[in-house]
């Protein structure tokens, strides 16, 4: 049991041993003065009552005749206040205290406590932000800290700088990369005014405001889709969103024609296949439509076609299976040579922090190694320099 | 371990309130006075657990916990501090933590101030409430708890709804909630009362001021909350009959007749059945506000949860108290003998025409407002109740109560003359008249009902004023003698005769916004001039910025009058990225005529071009002013003296002595 845990139960010792002491403390005590008569209750404000027309009288409100037929009616309450009596309280209770403060020792603090197991999670400590920030430092998580860091100090910059497109566009990546939903999408907000609403921007701009919004897609995220698919119609991202988007809409077929469509425009190795297409397989088990029944789009169709044409065609220069040769025969070799030549150039970085250059020229190797963390870093503190 | 402890804490409470529904309601029974002063000691741990958990939720919010569903879905960490704390409330689950917290905090205070109470009726008036408070708990931890955790947490939150990030939210809700849950105080006193089988003049009186304080609060909510719309939703607008807003009118409209009701219970011992019932449908329509605005049977703003698990949940609370509370006022009701007897033209029958009108007033606006979601619940068209509906309906049926509420104060007790009260009247008659009159020459012609209003307004103000010139024997008596008077007026009519003044001002308000709002919408360039309700208005510029969790435009107008500058307003649109929701901030400024208002829009063309929506809303002022007079009233009746009679002498005497007699 953690630390936290026990801190909770000691609370909650506490906070039940506290209502116990304030709630039993009449019936131990026992000695409950016995209540006046219910009477004596009304007729205290009976007797205000009649005060109360004595000052309307000597204010001139009543009349003497008012006052005294209000008076004889508040008296004749009185009386039936009197008669009444069958209302005297029985100043204690009879043997049965003794239970009742066993029962509800017991009962209460039993029954709260195995409520609250059913419902609450005892041994989940607190995880305030600050906290949070405090435990990523000193963990295994440094390189995520350091990046997040910088891109706060990106950030810092570009309140100075708003115009700075590829510094909004390169802060926006990399809160994305972090999981900064929120923040990234402010950032593609800033990026996306700056270029003018640039398509390009459009797509990922609306992919982080979605993923900002759990995964819901708003009218401002859906109409970006859209902006990016009219300039690029196999755009995969915008069709696959918007498909998203559909679905969210209860048009669950529609959803499906968008992914098959999308699908069929996706070349048989591409990357999102398979997330498309357990996507299209929930969408049908979910609402029992079976993907069979819908084909693709002649829209779809036609642009498919097309781009296998492209590929089809002869390209100039060398052909790709040539490109590809060379590239298979030197693989090794190639990787090798830049490690060791991005290692060497990492380390002169380290002792010349203020080469705008060398970063950029980092980041890019980086890139090529696909080390996608590292190239944002030199990125961030390339964008750094002035 | 913060945010558990809360949690604890709030199931804690679920079984104390247990405790407190039922053992003091056996021991009032069976006359059984150790079980019934259980009453107060449960209060009070209910109020302290609840408040205790309440404070954790807060903590999670502040420290920004995003183990925390709640902090998660609402809260974010860039959001300033006054909203991540008015944010606790600001959500659905955070809200009926409130709703509980405040129906505990009146328990207490009818344990802690209810001395003077006799015990069976306070232990009763608890243990309904307590079990009012048992359905709540098991409510807000079955199926929305708020101190749900997510594991892992989350990075960040979603944020605040942005509109109502606004220090409106931070003060609007409470009071309104302290409104709602206050009518429970006078449900529950109405509840034990059947079950005493005793309503009588003692009880009007013990139940008077917890309803009093229900009400000033539920003013206060509904004035802040069309002021927070006539000021964030940017279109000069203060009411629109809005579902939401209604939910909360209609509780208003019932609290109002049963304050009026129960003066009739506690002076001449009748009407009981009425202020009951009274009673009864003020806490109804408060439940039924919640269960409208917390189902997300309506979809607004202030639907937060779209979960037909909750829906069917309140509504099942709501069934068996509303239908629980009426199958035992059927039963008991005839029962309940009335003394006084009166003639029709006498204070009694104003009082009775007031409930009259007062709850078809509320009927009509619960018909308004449940008949379109009734017809889309039965398969029928969607259809929408609009403000044609209402004002054309409602509005002509306040005419004659407002006429009426002059009167009121004149006519006596039991049988009265009304000739005499017209007479007494006449000054009244002729500066409505003449106020009427002086609008038409001023303003020029206006819209019928405005000017009905007007002079509706100049009538109460002036018979409510001739009531206290007459009270205080003004004229008539050496004007010393008349402050002497004055001075020793109880506070309870002082309270009547500002309540009556405020609503007074408050028509006027109404009236004159309604009547002769000015609106003036276009596109403005920087130096473009335009005249809105006799002021000049100059489009300065607009610039952009960026906020702590938004961006903004904000425009500058110069505003002159006859080449006099008056004001420079600022308006704010603002556009909150990660709601991707924008908000208008206008720009207002109060003068004694009208407010001033402008709103800045969406950049329009490329050279600087911007919508504006500028307005001249005349009076509008004069209906808050007026609100708070209202308030005020309220408080200083609850002040009156006569509510603070103490508990009659009680024997000490060992228990043992009076068990075996």
Redesign the interface.
């Known amino acids: 049991m953690s630390v936290?845990?026990l801190?909770?139960w000691a609370?909650?010792a506490a906070?039940?041993l506290?209502?116990l002491v304030?709630?039993l403390?009449?019936?131990v005590k026992?000695?409950?003065?016995?209540?006046?008569p219910?009477e004596?209750?009304?007729?205290?404000?009976?007797k205000?009552?009649l005060l109360?027309i004595d000052?309307d009288l000597e204010?001139?409100?009543l009349s003497a005749d008012?006052g005294e037929?209000?008076r004889t009616?508040?008296k004749?309450?009185m009386l039936?206040?009197a008669d009444?009596g069958e209302?005297?309280?029985?100043?204690?209770?009879?043997g049965s205290?003794g239970l009742?403060i066993a029962v509800?020792t017991v009962?209460?603090?039993v029954?709260?406590v195995l409520?609250?197991l059913n419902?609450?999670?005892?041994d989940?400590?607190?995880?305030?932000?600050?906290?949070?920030d405090l435990r990523a430092k000193v963990g295994q998580n440094e390189e995520q800290m350091k990046i997040s860091q910088s891109a706060d100090k990106l950030s810092a910059y570009l309140?100075n700088n708003?115009d700075d497109l590829r510094g909004w566009t390169l802060l926006a990546r990399t809160y994305l990369s972090l999981?900064?939903?929120?923040?990234s999408?402010?950032a593609y907000?800033e990026a996306y005014r700056v270029s003018e609403e640039s398509a390009e921007l459009a797509v990922d701009y609306g992919e982080a405001?979605t993923l900002?919004?759990?995964s819901e897609i708003?009218?401002?995220?859906r109409s970006l889709f859209e902006k990016a698919l009219a300039a690029d119609n196999t755009d995969p991202k915008a069709r696959y969103y918007l498909g998203m988007y559909k679905a969210q809409q209860d048009d669950v077929r529609g959803a499906m024609q968008m992914w098959i469509d999308l699908a069929t425009l996706s070349p048989p190795d591409a990357p999102w296949l398979s997330v498309l297409n357990q996507q299209i397989d929930r969408a049908a088990r979910d609402s029992g439509i079976d993907p069979a029944t819908i084909t693709p789009s002649a829209e779809a169709l036609a642009l498919a076609k097309e781009l296998q044409q492209n590929i089809q065609a002869p390209a100039p220069g060398p052909t790709t299976a040539d490109v590809k040769e060379a590239m298979g025969m030197a693989e090794g070799d190639r990787n090798q040579m830049i490690r060791s030549m991005v290692e060497r150039l990492a380390s002169k970085m380290k002792d010349d922090p203020k080469n705008k250059d060398g970063w950029l020229r980092l980041e890019r190797a980086y890139r090529v190694l696909g080390e996608v963390d590292k190239a944002d870093e030199a990125a961030v503190r390339a964008a750094l320099l002035p | 371990m913060i945010a558990e402890a809360g949690h604890f804490a709030l199931v804690l409470a679920l079984f104390v309130a247990i405790v407190q529904a039922v053992v003091p309601m056996i021991g009032a029974h069976r006359g059984n006075a150790v079980w019934m002063a259980m009453d107060k000691p449960s209060a009070i741990s209910q109020v302290l657990l609840v408040a205790f958990a309440f404070g954790c939720l807060t903590y999670s919010h502040v420290v920004s916990d995003f183990s925390v569903v709640n902090v998660v879905q609402n809260s974010h960490s860039l959001k300033p501090m006054l909203y991540k704390v008015a944010g606790v409330w600001g959500n659905h689950e955070g809200s009926l933590l409130l709703w509980v917290f405040i129906l505990a905090a009146f328990g207490s205070a009818v344990a802690l101030f209810g001395g003077n109470l006799p015990p069976t009726l306070r232990a009763r008036v608890l243990g309904v409430q307590s079990l009012i408070a048992v359905g709540f708990y098991l409510f807000m931890l079955l199926t929305s708890n708020p101190f749900e955790r997510v594991f892992p947490p989350a990075l960040d939150g979603r944020d605040l709804n942005p509109l109502l990030q606004d220090p409106g939210l931070a003060f609007h809700p409470p009071f309104l909630y302290l409104g709602y849950v206050g009518f429970s105080m006078a449900f529950s006193f109405a509840i034990a009362a059947l079950i005493e089988g005793r309503v009588d003049a003692a009880w009007a009186r013990w139940v008077r001021p917890w309803t009093l304080a229900a009400w000033s609060f539920l003013t206060v909510g509904i004035a802040l909350g069309s002021w927070w719309a006539y000021y964030e939703l940017g279109w000069g607008g203060w009411w629109f009959w809005d579902p939401v807003e209604n939910a909360s009118f209609m509780p208003w409209l019932a609290g109002t007749a049963l304050l009026h009701s129960a003066i009739v219970v506690e002076k001449r011992d009748t009407m009981k059945t009425w202020t009951i019932f009274l009673a009864i449908l003020a806490f109804s329509m408060s439940l039924l506000g919640t269960f409208l605005v917390r189902s997300g049977v309506l979809t607004s703003v202030h639907a937060f949860a779209t979960d037909p698990e909750r829906g069917v949940f309140i509504l099942l609370l709501l069934m068996i108290v509303i239908g629980g509370s009426l199958v035992l006022f059927a039963m008991r009701g005839p029962a309940l003998r009335s003394t006084g007897v009166f003639k029709p033209i006498s204070r009694e029958g104003g009082l009775l025409l007031n409930n009259l009108v007062m709850s078809t007033g509320c009927a009509v606006v619960l018909l308004g407002t449940l008949y379109p979601l009734f017809l889309d619940a039965v398969g029928g068209t969607k259809v929408s109740v609009g403000p044609p509906f209402f004002n054309s309906v409602f509005i002509p049926l306040m005419v004659p109560m407002f006429m009426a509420m002059g009167f009121g104060p004149f006519l006596s007790w039991k049988r009265a003359d009304i000739v005499q009260a017209a007479l007494r009247l006449k000054i009244a008659f002729i500066v409505a008249a003449l106020a009427v009159a002086a609008v038409i020459a001023l303003a020029g012609e206006g819209p019928f009902l405005a000017l009905v209003g007007l002079g509706l307004a100049a009538w109460l103000v002036t018979s409510t004023l001739v009531e206290l010139a007459e009270r205080v024997k003004l004229f008539r008596e050496p004007l010393v003698a008349s402050l002497g008077r004055l001075m020793r007026q109880p506070r309870a009519s002082w309270g009547m005769t500002m309540a009556h003044l405020g609503m007074a001002i408050a028509i006027a308000g109404m009236a004159g916004a309604g009547g002769w709002k000015v609106e003036s919408i276009q596109v403005m360039k920087p130096g473009d001039q335009v005249n809105v309700g006799g002021y000049d208005y100059t489009f300065v510029g607009a610039r952009q910025g960026q906020g702590p969790n938004y961006t903004i435009i904000e425009g500058t107008f110069r505003v002159s009058k006859n080449g006099q500058d008056v004001v420079t307003l600022k308006a704010e649109k603002r556009n909150y990225p990660v709601r991707q929701m924008p908000t208008t901030e206008a720009a207002i400024h109060s003068l004694f005529s009208g407010d001033l208002y402008a709103v800045i829009g969406d950049p329009d063309g490329q050279d600087g071009g911007f919508v504006t929506r500028i307005y001249f809303n005349p009076l509008v002022a004069w209906m808050w002013a007026g609100s708070m007079l209202m308030v005020f009233g309220g408080v200083i009746s609850i002040s009156d003296r006569r509510y603070r009679i103490g508990a009659p002498a009680r024997r000490n005497r060992k228990p043992a002595v009076a068990a075996n007699p």
């Open positions: 936290e845990t801190q909770l609370i909650a906070l039940a506290g209502v304030i709630m403390w009449p019936l026992r000695q409950v003065r016995e209540n006046a219910r004596d209750y009304d007729i205290n404000v009976y205000d009552q109360e000052a204010r001139g409100l008012q037929a209000a009616e508040i004749r309450r039936a206040a009444s209302t005297v309280t029985k100043a204690v209770g009879s205290n009742m509800l009962l209460m603090p029954g709260a409520l609250y419902l609450g999670s005892p989940r400590p607190d995880q305030p932000l600050a906290g949070r309140k708003p999981g900064r939903y929120p923040d999408a402010m907000a405001l900002a919004a759990d708003s009218g401002k995220a």
